[in-house]
């Protein structure tokens, strides 16, 4: 995208800044970012982001559930005498007309928000200190949110974790085999078909209200965490999915990302495996969180849901897949096919670590 349409969009935004340069930024597979850095150098830089409305369908509502965490967090960290607020929480600016994103002419919604200075990403973790950490500030992040009325968020990709009904999707990408891809790919989905009653049990638990629906992340790759350069945790990021929805979820789809030793787009399916050691770090890490007020149900739960978000996530690359590639961002001709077996490969992995994975909740919740 020009620059000079970047920088028109920046400048719709109320704020007093001086452009310097604006690049592409980041790894997110939906939404496209933008680091925009202005002069003087010691002046705040800024993030520009356009959100990917087909599949946010309801942008104005997302900013309205991101501005309701955002500011609820702030007062949090504020009342608790925190310092350096604006680098525990992410700040969104308003556009000059008092909208919480800005339009341009082909109808896309772009946000700008302060970027953090020099904090760190990390893709891969490998020490169990920093799974430690993440996991408290996920648990933290839930924790903060609890008192945030649900019924004033919206869901701003409805259905997003429910099984049965990206079960109904992947059914329904079947049965279209709009790419004529069904056919080579029988046993992949065979593997995720055979697995439909036992994985759908947490919406069941939902739905029949014996799993509480309470306000999380529902994206909480290892990605979307900032470290500060020694390693201690600083935000939580990406809050385009903060609604309601099960902290069994966030539980599961950070141990999606961390408990396995390779990335999710893996093809040598040899090196995926599955790290203990991170695991039990961030199940001590949540729980030390959590344990205050999570229901024996949710902890019954909680290894399953490892297993759960490995399986929603083949599933969801796979009807990507069968679908002709039109959800995901993809970086070469069958990719998402390579996430599915990565994914897949990656479910049966915490199979075979079931007991241990069971075990490691036990020794952490036990006071309850
Ligand atoms: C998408 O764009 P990114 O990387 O934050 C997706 C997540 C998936 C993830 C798989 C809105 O997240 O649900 O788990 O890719 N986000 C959405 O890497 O669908
Ligand atoms: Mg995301």
């Known amino acids: 995208m020009r620059t000079s349409i ?3 969009l920046v400048n719709k935004f ?4 001086t452009i310097k340069s604006i690049a592409p930024f980041g790894t997110g597979h939906i939404n496209d970012t933008y680091l925009v850095k202005t002069s003087p150098t010691e002046a705040p830089d800024y993030m520009l982001q356009r959100k990917n409305h087909k599949i946010f369908k309801n942008v104005p509502g997302m900013m309205g559930n991101i501005v309701l965490a955002t500011n609820h967090i702030r007062s949090l960290l504020t009342s608790a005498g925190e310092k350096e607020v ?31 200075a020099d904090c760190r990403v990390v893709e891969n973790i490998q ?30 990709i409805p259905n997003f974790h429910n099984g049965i009904s990206r079960l109904n999707d ?8 709009a790419a004529g891809r069904v056919s080579d790919n029988k046993q992949l989905i065979d593997k ?14 939902l739905d029949d209200k014996s799993i509480p629906l309470r306000i999380t992340h529902n994206d909480t790759k290892i990605n979307n965490i900032l470290f500060d350069q020694d390693s201690n945790t600083l935000c939580i990021i990406d809050l385009d999915t903060v609604m309601p929805g099960s902290a069994l979820y966030d539980f599961g789809d950070a141990i999606r990302t961390l408990g396995n030793k390779a990335p999710e787009d893996e093809p040598d399916l ?5 790290n203990q050691e991170i695991y039990d770090a961030f199940a001590r890490g949540y729980l030390s969180e959590a344990k205050t007020f999570l229901t024996p149900a949710e902890i019954d739960h909680l290894a399953f849901s490892c297993r759960y978000m490995a399986w929603e996530q083949a599933m969801r690359f796979l009807t990507d897949y069968l679908n002709d590639d039109i959800y995901y961002k993809t970086d070469y001709p069958g990719h998402n096919l390579v996430r599915t077996k990565a994914q897949i490969r990656y ?6 670590n079931k007991g241990v994975m069971e075990a490691i909740v036990r020794e952490n919740s036990s006071e309850i």
Do not use: C
């Open 6 to 8: 970047l920088s028109e």
């Open 14 to 17: 109320d704020i007093d800044l």
């Open 86 to 116: 604006d680098r525990k929480v992410m700040t969104y600016f308003p556009s000059k007309d008092g909208q919480m994103f800005v339009n341009d002419d082909e109808g896309n919604y772009w946000t700008l928000f302060l970027f953090i």
């Open 127 to 156: 020490k169990p200190e920093q799974a430690y950490s993440a996991a408290r500030a996920f648990g933290h992040f839930q924790k903060q949110l609890a008192d945030l009325p649900g019924d004033k968020l919206i869901e701003t």
């Open 170 to 177: 992947f059914k329904s990408a079947i049965s279209k085999d």
């Open 192 to 205: 995720i078909l055979n697995r439909s009653n036992e994985m759908t049990a947490i919406q069941r638990g």
């Open 270 to 274: 040899t090196k995926v495996a599955f």
């Open 347 to 352: 479910l049966e992995v915490l199979e075979e």
